[in-house]
């Protein structure tokens, strides 16, 4: 399975952009990215995902790199409710429901 | 729909008793997955099920655990013989395949397992 690589850790102030950065050098033509998060004591949440183009839902925006070998997470003005742990995730198929594999994600912090 | 349930929310168990977890996903989500996170880690896929059929297994998943969704519905995972190595956080989750909207995975809050 083709791998993401993302920073541990990341800090914003509140109110401000902020651009999660994912790199996966050797994602497959079919694979997508899937962005989930995970709040403190939850279980994860499904932010946004893509295949080439770049994408925007009410949660955030996704933007693709042109040779798809990396992906930022874009959330336009952080809350402090987006304080989470964020995972890119490479998935076969927008719809297969294939399993999804994990990694460490990035812990984002939000300071007031 | 109030999206996936997990019951309870957390479990303390003495080392060598058997816990049984239950997940009732999204009504019209025919698949269903377990996972297992350990502190400071992401989620491990465990198991999941097309249905009442469970169609693959992780060698994360040893002979004392079990899982079951016999009418493809709500899936209950039983740990036998629980070891202190148990203690994780038990995540479901569900989605429906195939579908023309898929906004992916919807996850349940888990179950902490503790086991002293």
């Known amino acids: 399975d083709a791998k993401t690589t993302q920073p541990n850790s990341m800090e914003s102030n509140e109110e401000e952009p902020v651009h999660l950065p994912c790199n996966h050098s050797?994602?497959?033509?079919?694979?997508?990215i899937h962005w989930y998060r995970q709040l403190p004591s939850q279980g994860p949440e499904y932010v946004i995902h893509?295949?080439?183009s770049n994408v925007n839902n009410r949660m955030a925006s996704l933007a693709i790199a042109e040779d798809r070998k990396s992906s930022t997470l874009i959330l336009h003005r952080a809350t402090l409710r987006d304080a989470a742990v964020y995972y890119c995730?490479?998935?076969?198929?927008?719809?297969?429901?294939?399993?999804?594999?994990f990694g460490g994600g990035t812990r984002l912090m939000v300071k007031p | 729909d109030t999206g996936v349930s997990q019951d309870p929310r957390h479990k303390i168990t003495k080392r060598g008793q058997n816990v049984t977890f239950r997940c009732d996903p999204i009504?019209?989500?025919?698949?269903l997955y377990w996972y297992r996170q350990t502190l400071g880690q992401g989620p491990e896929f465990l198991t999941y099920f097309q249905n009442e059929a469970q169609l693959e297994k992780s060698r994360l998943l040893s002979d004392r655990f079990s899982a079951e969704r016999p009418k493809g519905s709500f899936s209950t995972l039983e740990i036998q013989r629980t070891e202190q190595g148990d203690s994780a956080m038990y995540l479901c989750?569900?989605?429906?395949?195939?579908?023309?909207?898929?906004?992916?995975?919807?996850f349940g809050s888990g179950t902490r397992l503790t086991v002293v």
């Open positions: 893509g295949l080439t």
């Open positions: 009504s019209e989500h025919n698949r």
């Open positions: 989750a569900s989605i429906r395949v195939p579908s023309e909207e898929n906004y992916g995975y919807t």
């Open positions: 995730i490479l998935i076969l198929g927008v719809r297969a429901g294939n399993m999804l594999t």
């Open positions: 050797t994602i497959s033509g079919t694979d997508y």
